[in-house]
């Protein structure tokens, strides 16, 4: 494939566990994101199948750019010129050393390298967020199945990364992808379209090619459990009921306490022939 150079790198995962029948092991760990095999080549596209830190996270996308020894690396991350593309790894010796006792390297054209290699794991950039690029020596991590009470009965230890040329849409649950291409033409279950659509996001980083609306399926509960909720949500609105006019209120002291006055003097109040007799009685 256009891009990939070099020698290839296989990695074999090692599996471990308290369930010792192995075909019962391995179908538990089939489930893993993790290949039991991956192969690489400098150039090969992989996406990070594990969170690092806020940088890096499940769904990152990078390239294979070098394969190194941890040793290798730190000698790296202090002269990161060192393994353009135009020079050969091979052709690195060690005859000058860093300020705080690290080995640097030299280029040379006739001697092989001095440092010792070890085992090389993928040098990988990946793009982040922001704009820029970010290397990273990626070295194997581990992904556990536990009991409750904490026994470990299958764990696979293995390079957090998978190729990512493409993905099948079962593969790619889980995944959260800032740029991706979907194409709908195989979709054969329902829900399928939704899983995929919802991987990018954001709108401008999805393209969608061959857009089926039949291909556009829900399944019947899924739709049952979304009426059931309009017809909660309706009858928690309940029936409008018409409420009482409010009572105007006295705008200002003034009027409240002339009301009031008035409410006395009809009380107290006489008529004509209790005042005739009041003045007889005086």
Not at 140 to 155: D, M, T
Not at 190 to 198: D, E, I, M, T
Request: net charge negative; with cysteine.
């Amino acid at each position: 494939m256009r891009g990939l150079q070099g020698k290839s790198y296989k990695y074999e995962a090692r599996d471990s566990g308290t369930i010792t029948d192995i075909p019962m092991r391995d179908k538990l760990l089939s489930n893993m994101m993790a290949p039991k095999t991956l192969e690489l080549k400098k150039g090969a596209q992989v996406m990070l199948i594990k969170n690092m830190d806020d940088g890096l996270v499940n769904g990152s996308l990078g390239k294979v750019v070098a394969f190194m020894s941890e040793k290798m690396f730190d000698i790296y991350e202090n002269n990161p010129e060192m393994f353009d593309d135009s020079i050969p790894k091979e052709n690195i010796d060690d005859d000058s050393s860093l300020p705080n006792g690290r080995n640097t390297a030299k280029y040379s054209s006739s001697k092989p390298p001095a440092v010792d290699i070890g085992s090389e794991y993928p040098l990988v950039r990946f793009a982040i967020a922001d704009g820029t690029s970010r290397d990273l020596l990626v070295q194997p991590e581990e992904w556990k199945i536990e009991l409750p009470n904490g026994e470990v009965q299958a764990q696979r230890s293995q390079l957090p990364l998978i190729l990512a040329w493409a993905l099948s849409i079962h593969k790619a649950q889980g995944q959260t992808l800032e740029c991706v291409k979907i194409d709908l033409k195989r979709i054969f279950e329902k829900g399928q379209a939704y899983v995929a659509l919802s991987r990018a996001t954001s709108q401008e980083g999805l393209e969608v090619q061959n857009f089926d609306k039949n291909k556009v399926m829900a399944h019947e509960r899924v739709a049952q459990f979304y009426n059931s909720l309009y017809s909660v949500n309706k009858a928690l609105q309940g029936p409008r009921v018409a409420k009482a006019a409010p009572t105007k209120k006295a705008k200002t002291y003034e009027e409240e306490f002339l009301k009031s006055e008035v409410s006395q003097a009809r009380e107290y109040a006489f008529d004509d022939d209790e005042e005739e007799a009041m003045a007889a009685y005086g």
